[in-house]
């Protein structure tokens, strides 16, 4: 099982920035496929970034442009950095991980709170 804990969601005005951070002491963290979902009170948990272990990577498509998923292997640690955030953003960023090929993955961490609003 990994473990996952992430950090860096807040409130944050329209067209602001966020860099969520998911941090783990996973084994081979270099073969992990990782990825970004998120939910919201009003929407099922939806697939938002993905990065595979060798760092090809996947957005959705309302997001492209805006949010970049990357990973520092030395560090251990995935990000989701979030620019020209919409209120549509708002909602829980749940981070996601495993060593298997299919999204979502089986691995989750806590959450993390991301509320755009002005």
């Known amino acids: 099982q990994v473990q996952l804990v992430e950090s860096g969601g807040g409130l944050v005005q329209p067209g602001g920035s966020l860099r969520l951070v998911c941090a783990t002491s996973?084994?081979?963290?270099?073969?992990?496929?990782m990825g970004w979902y998120r939910q919201s009170p009003k929407t099922e948990r939806e697939f938002v970034a993905a990065?595979?272990?060798?760092?090809?990577?996947t957005v959705l498509d309302s997001v492209k442009g805006r949010f970049t998923i990357s990973k520092d292997n030395n560090k251990k640690t995935l990000y989701l950095q979030m620019n020209n955030l919409k209120p549509a953003d708002t909602g829980v960023y749940f981070c996601?991980?495993?060593?298997?090929?299919?999204?979502?993955?089986?691995?989750w961490g806590q959450g993390t709170q991301v509320t755009v609003s002005s």
């Open positions: 996601n991980a495993g060593y298997t090929a299919d999204y979502p993955l089986p691995n």
């Open positions: 996973a084994q081979s963290f270099e073969f992990l496929n």
């Open positions: 990065i595979t272990g060798r760092g090809s990577t």
